[in-house]
Nanobody, 121 residues
Framework: QVQVVESGGGLVQPGGSLRLSCAAS????????MAWYRQVSGKERELVAA???????NYAERVKGRVTISRDNAKNTVYLQMDSLKPEDTAVYYC???????????????WGQGTQVTVSS
């Protein structure tokens, strides 16, 4: 069982920056892709950014140019650097880790508990 733990949320003023971290642990198998999602109460969870083990990235249009996702494969840790934050970025941010084990086609998906990001003056 993989444990996923996020950190780094908080309150920041509009135009400010915040860096989220997420560590996945508890398995001898490598983590494949990792991603950040966010969710506002009453709305669906949406993808913010994703990164493969090879470093390929994907960003939501709404955050392109303001957000950078990176990872340390040795530590199974992913980071989300958020700059020029806007009030509409306020949400609970969730980390997701996807794992395939050996030759099995089964996709394992693990979620963290979420971290609150509030952008407000």
């Amino acid at each position: 069982q993989v444990q996923v733990v996020e950190s780094g949320g908080g309150l920041v003023q509009p135009g400010g920056s915040l860096r989220l971290s997420c560590a996945a642990s508890g398995s001898s198998f490598s983590i494949n892709s990792m991603a950040w999602y966010r969710q506002v109460s009453g709305k669906e969870r949406e993808l913010v950014a994703a990164i493969t083990s090879g470093g390929g990235t994907n960003y939501a249009e709404r955050v392109k140019g303001r957000v950078t996702i990176s990872r340390d494969n040795a530590k199974n840790t992913v980071y989300l650097q958020m700059d020029s934050l806007k009030p509409e970025d306020t949400a609970v941010y969730y980390c997701n880790a996807v794992q395939y084990r050996g030759n099995s086609p089964i996709r394992y998906s693990y979620w963290g508990q979420g971290t609150q990001v509030t952008v407000s003056s």
